[in-house]
């Protein structure tokens, strides 16, 4: 699985934490988008995050965001906004054990300042991370309920599609100065050239830069 992690301004000090626990992970290959904590990088808001995860998903660049903010509730609601997506906020393993089962998501929001603490706040990212991406992901829970729960994501899926302008035509329209600052943060127009599939969207977003 490809997996990029998205930090914003208020949790770039998280950035260590939540990728020690991803690379923890084997078997994925992990991209750090966002912002790390380092002199002189730019500041994301978690619009702009939120934005900067739809794009990587809607082109097929990676399978799986991991993102959030303060509360993990604004990236949660911005995220949503766009089509292709489906986010859970997770607080705790439990969270993540049923967002795998039942949601089967491509993106969670994670509270990376409410609720951390000097101590433990690190050891509880691990273990959402490592409920979260196990071999029975999307298979229903409680197994009585796999089929109904299967076939809602599916028209879940249907009703973003349908109730979404396409990617594109958002990006169109979206504010100029939003999309600029989140397109020319450090390594993402990079990684969107080297590792995206060709498509006329991939094409559009470079453009846009």
Partial sequence: MRIAVINEGSTKHRNADVMKAVEELSGNEIFNLGMQNVDGEPDLTYLETALMSAIVINLKAVDFVVGGCGTGQGYMNAVLMFPGTACGLLMDPVDAFLFSQVNAGNIISLALNKGYGGVGGDINVKYILKTL????????????????????????????????????????????????HALKFPGFLDFIKNEAPESDLKDYVLSRA
């Fill in 133 to 180: 991406f196990n071999d029975t992901y999307g298979q229903g829970y409680p197994k009585h309920r796999a089929e109904l729960q299967i076939n809602a994501r599916k028209k879940m899926a249907q009703l973003s599609e349908d109730s979404h302008l396409p990617m594109k035509e958002i990006l169109e329209k979206i504010d100029p100065l939003t999309l600029e």
